[in-house]
């Protein structure tokens, strides 16, 4: 089985607790409770890390955790200038064309909307596949 660990700053509380409540029992829940060196070592012992392009995916980066990050089509934000390097990670996308603010100068992913088509199935298989790598290896 895979057991599943939610982090975030105390400002994400409220969305964690919305994950809480959609995900039920079996996840932990973290918002708020870590500071960078105890999220660091709490990311050590993961075998996916899973998130958004955040100080936390480096993290994970730093402490050899492969990471499946999500980016938008925006290239101020790209992967290609954020991503994690010296780390294995999987870059998730919404599909090209579902970013209607992309070349706009004030777009947010909340603004637009794209990262809600990121589908479930993509990253759980990135996931996945990296959880059976470091299985086998």
Not at 50 to 67: F, K, Q, R
Not at 84 to 90: C, F, G, Q, T
Not at 91 to 100: A, F, L, N, R, T
Request: with cysteine; glycine share 8%; aromatic share 6%.
């Amino acid at each position: 089985g895979v057991r599943v660990v939610v982090t975030g700053s105390e400002r994400d509380a409220e969305t964690i607790n919305e994950v809480r409540e959609k995900t039920g029992a079996g996840a932990v829940f973290f918002p708020g409770k870590t500071n960078i060196k105890q999220l660091a070592a709490l990311i050590a012992k993961f075998s996916v890390f899973i998130s958004g392009a955040t100080g936390a995916m480096h993290l994970s980066a730093a402490v050899g955790v492969p990471s499946v990050v999500f980016y938008t089509h925006i290239p101020a934000v790209s992967e290609k200038r954020w991503g994690a390097w010296m780390s294995e990670s999987a870059v998730i996308k919404p599909p090209e064309g579902e970013c209607s603010h992309s070349r706009k100068r004030k777009h947010t992913e909340s603004a637009c909307g794209c990262m809600e088509h990121i589908k479930a199935e993509e990253v759980a298989a990135a996931a996945a596949a990296f959880v059976s790598k470091r299985r086998l290896g």
